[in-house]
């Protein structure tokens, strides 16, 4: 009997112990797409508790689109989400002040029908296009802007269909759509099911000027946060930055996050961690940061109404202080 108090009298005194130490530490609220890739590391770093071990309690919520997310972003509802620099930079032109804690390489991927032949973007006109997400996929900003430099205005000549990211999978497989243009976990499902990659955004990204591989996708907070909470927005990129050499190198790290990975074979598993792996980025580069401000002036350009903002290269190497 008193073997077994002791035993509840513990369980009772580490539960409370690590309720009051998460309570003592300043939140950090992320925003999170409920399918996003994003969830896998924050959850590993709950898991391990690295947010704890840095100094803020991390408070995910879990958001049905990347508008939701960027509405919690403006309206203060939410401490961080994860969006593009192109969408960051153009709030810091219109007065906001963002940062950017690279979050990932990769972008997302194109995929073709089968038994369709696609030489160039010319070969796009008429044809059926599933984006996912809508219409602020950056995958689809990068496309309609390639195709505009070879003279092809997406919008004009090629019927656009938005959808959910598996429904869209689902259109493609019937013959619904000729092209996807989709986030890279769902294109990975895809290429498992022997479907075919079109052209990478990787190339595109590099034939319209960006060289340097310049992660487009980052955590985005406010300089109003960094105010508040400096040493926990430290402490959550330190805790960042340790979740991915983790992930990057430990297998064992990944079988605990299978269950929220929603894979049904051994082939999928290992292809969404070779995806994530490759696209873990390092601290962007002053070469990284001068292609993205020439990257934002050229897509600027390309708009039916160019702003002629430029894009602030603080937002890569921290906030004014």
Not at 28 to 36: I, Y
């Amino acid at each position: 009997m008193r073997l077994k108090f002791q035993r509840y009298l513990t369980i009772f005194t580490v539960f409370f112990s690590c309720f009051s130490v998460a309570g003592e530490l300043p939140d950090l609220r992320v925003a999170a797409l409920q399918s996003g890739t994003v969830n896998w590391e924050l959850a590993h770093l709950k898991q391990q508790k690295l947010d704890h071990k840095n100094g803020f309690n991390l408070i995910i919520d879990k958001v049905a689109s990347l508008s939701a997310a960027r509405l919690g972003l403006t309206s203060d509802s939410t401490d961080l989400i994860v969006s593009d620099w192109l969408w960051a930079g153009k709030r810091n032109a219109d007065g906001e002040k963002l940062g950017f804690i690279p979050f990932s390489s990769q972008i997302g991927m194109v995929m073709k029908k089968r038994g369709i032949e696609i030489s160039g973007y010319e070969d796009l006109k008429g044809k059926n296009i599933g984006v996912a997400g809508g219409p602020m996929n950056k995958g689809w900003v990068l496309l309609q802007a390639a195709a505009k430099e070879s003279g092809i205005d997406l919008q004009q000549q090629s019927k656009v269909q938005f959808g959910a990211p598996p429904l869209l999978n689902q259109a493609l497989k019937r013959g619904q759509i000729d092209i996807l243009v989709t986030f890279w976990h769902y294109g990975a499902r895809l290429e498992v099911e022997a479907y075919e990659s079109w052209v990478s955004l990787k190339q595109i990204m590099y034939d319209l000027g960006i060289k340097s591989r310049v992660p487009m996708l980052g955590y985005l907070f406010k300089q109003s946060l960094y105010l508040e909470k400096e040493k926990a927005l430290e402490g959550f990129a330190r805790a960042i930055s340790q979740t991915k050499e983790q992930l990057n190198t430990n297998d064992e790290a990944w079988e605990t996050l299978r269950p929220i990975m929603k894979v049904d074979s051994d082939e999928l598993f290992k292809a969404y961690v070779s995806g994530y792996r490759n696209g873990i980025p390092g601290p962007i580069t002053p070469a990284q940061a001068e292609d993205a401000a020439r990257f934002y002036i050229l897509i600027d350009s390309l708009n039916s109404h160019p702003t002629g903002q430029t894009l602030d290269k603080a937002i890569f190497v921290g906030l004014d202080r």
